[in-house]
């Protein structure tokens, strides 16, 4: 036996021991609980693994939504990890701060205003006053910082709005309940520096001003004033700091999205962090050997060409010394097809390489296309939306679209060619009346060497390599082609690139 089937011995041992220890517990349990309680045991699971099934499809639910609402860049979400952490920190200091230090300070101020409103509240008891009670007054103001007052009437005003923050409201009335006990009345938001304290006492209303900085603890904003200044300050730092973490990220994908449409990539170097010099040193590898072995490509293709058009000259050549002769123009147009099915061939496993992207005039492109396409004889039409200058390569889109056009020319009279360039996309798309392409078959016709027998005309000579060399230099160019129905009643044949 060898290991594994060691192992798997061993696992099914364990699972057989396992197995044989549940059936002991359940009969165990069968035999000891009564009935109604295993019964309720089992209602009791099945509601609790109905609440896990609900809790998970909640859990799928609310994670869909939040993914729906999380940013999609790299950028921004570096910046959410770094903010997030630092949002919840300060909350949490801020949270400890206004809970502890801020209201135990509070506490602390309000208990000492009131103990000195009670010790004169005492004095004015105990010790006889004169009517003005200057003695008192002079004590409040010069000993204690507030400022007394006795009012004629007997009755307290109604009480009036509270603040937002109402730490100091609840503060006084809690020591003054304590410490006082008489009915009383505060005012905290009608003077911003001062806080009024009436209280009723025996015959009279004494009323109290105190300095709210006296009774509140007033350096709370200054905390936060400073807390939310330094998280500023060290965001600003860290945008800064991933603006350039994250740039030589893009031009890494700005320069493989340019390689993949078959643009050159200039002045693009490894930069950044290690990582992102590694995968920068990795694509230009990449992009190295594949640009040798196109050109190894290139020149095997040039020489298997030379040969074969020095072998298709020398049959010319021995076919015009011989003379004329029915079978030798039979023969002569046979080497001119072969010649040009030869072109064809080269051309697609060449595939246009070595041509840079440059800027196109597409508006005339299209129409030089229609001037074609009217000299054999057919209808065409042109129309073209957005700005014409469009980055290609030249001859090779020419290439793409000319097939296009050529074959629905050969199905067809009419022919209707609209090009339209936003920001992003150029489309092309060609129109023909011709006898079209089934729609099961749409694909099929891009692949190399395909004819249709059914849906297309077969008079006409061809090698089945123009839909394919077409989509290969569409897709060279970061786009594609798609095949659907004409409104003309034909075919649609619709290029898309990115511009």
């Known amino acids: 036996m060898t290991s ?5 011995a061993v696992l099914r041992s364990a699972a057989s021991r396992l197995h044989d220890l549940h059936e ?3 009969g165990w349990y069968q035999r000891h609980l009564p009935q109604s309680l295993l019964a309720a045991i ?14 998970y499809a909640l859990y799928d639910r609310l994670s869909v939504r939040l993914k729906e609402f999380m940013p999609k860049g790299l950028y921004a979400r570096a910046l959410l990890i770094i903010i997030a952490p630092m949002v919840l920190l300060q909350s949490v200091v801020a949270f400890v701060f206004m809970e502890r230090h801020w209201n135990l300070v509070t506490q602390r101020l309000s208990a000492g205003v009131v103990q000195d409103i009670a010790a004169l509240i005492d004095i ?34 109604p009480p009036g709005p509270k603040p937002f923050f109402s730490l100091l409201d609840q503060s006084l009335s809690e020591e003054i309940g304590k410490q006082i006990g008489r009915p009383f009345w505060i005012d905290t938001v009608g003077r911003s520096a001062l806080v009024e304290i009436r209280i009723k006492l025996d015959g009279a209303v004494m009323r109290v001003f105190a300095r709210r900085s006296a009774a509140y603890a007033s350096n709370s904003e200054i905390f936060l004033m400073w807390m939310v200044g330094t998280s500023l300050v060290l965001l600003s730092v860290a945008i800064a700091f991933l603006r350039n973490q994250i740039r030589p990220i893009l031009r890494l994908a700005d320069a ?6 078959g643009r050159e990539v200039p002045d693009f170097r490894p930069r950044g962090a290690r990582e992102v010099r590694r995968a920068a040193a990795a694509f230009i590898e990449m992009k190295s050997r594949i640009e040798r072995a196109m050109e190894q490509r290139t020149a095997m293709l040039a020489g298997v060409s030379h040969d074969l058009r020095t072998i298709l000259t020398r049959f010319k050549l021995e076919l015009a010394l011989i003379g004329e002769s029915p079978e030798i123009e039979a023969m002569k147009k046979d080497v001119d097809e072969m010649a040009r099915m030869l072109e064809a061939y080269l051309a697609f496993a060449r595939g246009d390489t070595g041509e840079q992207s440059a800027p196109t005039d597409m508006a005339a492109f299209l129409e030089q296309l229609k001037s074609d396409v009217e000299r054999d004889g057919h209808r065409a039409s042109v129309v073209f939306h957005g700005p014409p200058i469009v980055r290609v390569r030249p001859a090779a ?22 090009g339209h360039r936003d ?3 150029l489309t092309v798309t060609v129109d023909d009346d011709g006898p079209g392409i089934p729609s099961h078959l749409r694909e099929e016709v891009f692949k190399p060497f395909m004819r249709l027998d059914d ?11 123009g839909l394919a060399i077409a989509r290969d230099i569409a897709r060279s160019h970061g786009g594609d082609i798609t095949l659907g129905d004409s409104p003309l009643g034909g075919l649609r044949a619709a290029v898309r690139v990115p511009v």
């Open 423 to 425: 920001h992003r996309w």
């Open 124 to 157: 004015y008891k105990d010790y006889p006053q004169t009517a003005d009670r200057a003695v008192l007054r002079r004590i409040a103001q010069e000993r204690l910082d507030l400022i007394v007052d006795f009012l004629s009437e007997n009755e307290l005003p």
């Open 42 to 55: 089992a209602v009791a699971a099945k509601l609790v693994g109905s609440l896990a099934v609900r809790l």
């Open 256 to 261: 493989a999205e340019s390689f993949g449409k």
């Open 455 to 465: 849906a297309r005309n077969q008079d006409c000579g061809g090698t089945g390599l």
């Open 24 to 26: 002991r517990i359940l």
């Open 4 to 8: 594994i089937d060691n192992g798997i």
């Open 397 to 418: 889109f020419k290439r793409c679209l000319g097939n296009l056009v050529s074959n629905a020319a050969r199905h067809a009279a009419a022919v209707a060619i609209t």
